[in-house]
């Protein structure tokens, strides 16, 4: 293995699920947080994904034999899906409980965590800030060899890359929620991302059984949301425009393109509150008559009605029967 040490900085929702699938791939996992308080509001989480994932393990146990089987299964905790038996599966189950319990550190204290480390995974909040503030505060304590990754979603690593002591051994490694499904891992340097540094992160990336997806250039959004935005943008529009229910267009995508879910159903799974916000940074969100501004007051109505998707329960769609 050629990165031991893995350190990822924040303990939120990706920061669990990074650190939990580093683990699970045998890697020795660090997570610097900034105090006993957030070391506590980690632990809940780390149990709650490292329970999800082994029972998504489980689970896999009765798609075999299923023809359906091969599109279904947890890609980021089975390597192959041909020739996969229970027993195989036991064993993955087996040794995820032993990297769980064994490989998994939380550290306050910044110089201790990230010592001897090969790459840090910085995903914290979405906030330019307290980014910044971390690169500061890491970049003297970093040991010469560590590659430094952001999994930020929406900023761009040239932002960054001169508070981080080492701009070459810098760029982004963006992962998508439940990674241990959505094994993608988009990689994306800045100009002076060293070429070699950037290979090795994507050696990384396949180590920890995700696939890696190669941007050749900076990209706002990268590959996924360079599409996906646009996508559910348009799906909405035709929606507050009334041109078509929810239903329907779901249903015209589905049936026109074999894809398995609509529009619809991805934005109750992506929340309608990220969704909303995304549609209030265009420019004519305030400006009434306009299609952005209809879009924002249909998804406020839901918002405030408590239906932003599927983790509460109902959104376009109702998941309480
Ligand atoms: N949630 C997603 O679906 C998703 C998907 C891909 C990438 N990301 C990216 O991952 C990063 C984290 O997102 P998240 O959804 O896990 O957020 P989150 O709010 O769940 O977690 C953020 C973490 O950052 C920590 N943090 C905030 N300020 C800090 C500071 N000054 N010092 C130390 N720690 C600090 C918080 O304590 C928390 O543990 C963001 O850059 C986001 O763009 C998120």
Not at 89 to 113: G, P, R, S, T, W
Not at 138 to 149: Q, S, V
Not at 213 to 237: R, T
């Given at each position: 293995?050629?990165?031991?040490?893995?350190?990822?900085?924040?303990?939120?929702?990706?920061?669990?699920?990074?650190?939990?699938?580093?683990?699970?791939?045998?890697?020795?996992?660090?997570?610097?947080?900034?105090?006993?308080?957030?070391?506590?509001?980690?632990?809940?989480?780390?149990?709650?994904?490292?329970?999800?994932?082994?029972?998504?393990?489980?689970?896999?146990?009765?798609?075999?034999?299923?023809?359906?089987?091969?599109?279904?299964?947890?890609?980021?905790?089975?390597?192959?899906?041909?020739?996969?038996?229970?027993?195989?599966?036991?064993?993955?189950?087996?040794?995820?409980?032993?990297?769980?319990?064994?490989?998994?550190?939380?550290?306050?204290?910044?110089?201790?965590?990230?010592?001897?480390?090969?790459?840090?995974?910085?995903?914290?909040?979405?906030?330019?800030?307290?980014?910044?503030?971390?690169?500061?505060?890491?970049?003297?304590?970093?040991?010469?060899?560590?590659?430094?990754?952001?999994?930020?979603s929406t900023m761009l690593p040239s932002t960054f890359a001169e508070y981080t002591g080492r701009p070459a051994k810098y760029c982004?490694?963006?992962?998508?929620?439940?990674?241990?499904?959505?094994?993608?891992?988009?990689?994306?340097?800045?100009?002076?991302?060293?070429?070699?540094?950037?290979?090795?992160?994507?050696?990384?990336?396949?180590?920890?059984?995700?696939?890696?997806?190669?941007?050749?250039?900076?990209?706002?959004?990268?590959?996924?949301?360079?599409?996906?935005?646009?996508?559910?943008?348009?799906?909405?529009?035709?929606?507050?425009?009334?041109?078509?229910?929810?239903?329907?267009?779901?249903?015209?995508?589905?049936?026109?393109?074999?894809?398995?879910?609509?529009?619809?159903?991805?934005?109750?799974?992506?929340?309608?509150?990220?969704?909303?916000?995304?549609?209030?940074?265009?420019?004519?969100?305030?400006?009434?008559?306009?299609?952005?501004?209809?879009?924002?007051?249909?998804?406020?109505?839901?918002?405030?009605?408590?239906?932003?998707g599927v983790n509460a329960g109902r959104g376009f769609y109702d998941y309480t029967k």
């Amino acid at each position: 293995m050629s990165f031991a040490k893995v350190v990822v900085a924040g303990g939120g929702v990706l920061g669990t699920q990074i650190g939990l699938m580093c683990a699970y791939t045998g890697h020795d996992v660090t997570f610097w947080l900034r105090s006993e308080s957030s070391i506590e509001r980690t632990k809940p989480k780390l149990e709650r994904y490292s329970k999800l994932m082994l029972d998504d393990l489980a689970a896999a146990k009765s798609l075999i034999g299923n023809p359906m089987g091969a599109f279904l299964y947890p890609r980021g905790l089975i390597r192959s899906w041909d020739g996969i038996t229970a027993d195989m599966i036991d064993q993955l189950i087996a040794c995820a409980q032993k990297y769980f319990a064994e490989n998994i550190h939380l550290e306050v204290d910044m110089a201790k965590a990230v010592a001897d480390a090969d790459i840090v995974i910085e995903s914290m909040s979405e906030d330019p800030k307290a980014k910044i503030g971390v690169y500061t505060a890491m970049k003297d304590l970093l040991p010469e060899k560590t590659i430094l990754c952001t999994n930020s979603s929406t900023m761009l690593p040239s932002t960054f890359a001169e508070y981080t002591g080492r701009p070459a051994k810098y760029c982004a490694l963006h992962f998508a929620n439940t990674i241990w499904k959505n094994n993608t891992a988009e990689i994306m340097g800045h100009p002076g991302t060293d070429p070699g540094v950037y290979d090795q992160v994507v050696k990384f990336a396949a180590e920890i059984n995700m696939v890696p997806l190669q941007l050749h250039k900076e990209q706002p959004g990268y590959i996924l949301n360079s599409m996906l935005v646009p996508f559910l943008s348009a799906a909405q529009a035709l929606y507050a425009n009334e041109v078509a229910d929810p239903e329907t267009i779901d249903l015209t995508w589905q049936l026109a393109t074999g894809a398995p879910a609509g529009p619809f159903r991805i934005l109750d799974i992506v929340g309608l509150e990220t969704a909303y916000n995304i549609n209030q940074m265009k420019p004519d969100a305030a400006t009434p008559g306009t299609t952005t501004y209809k879009i924002g007051q249909l998804l406020k109505a839901k918002i405030d009605k408590g239906e932003t998707g599927v983790n509460a329960g109902r959104g376009f769609y109702d998941y309480t029967k």
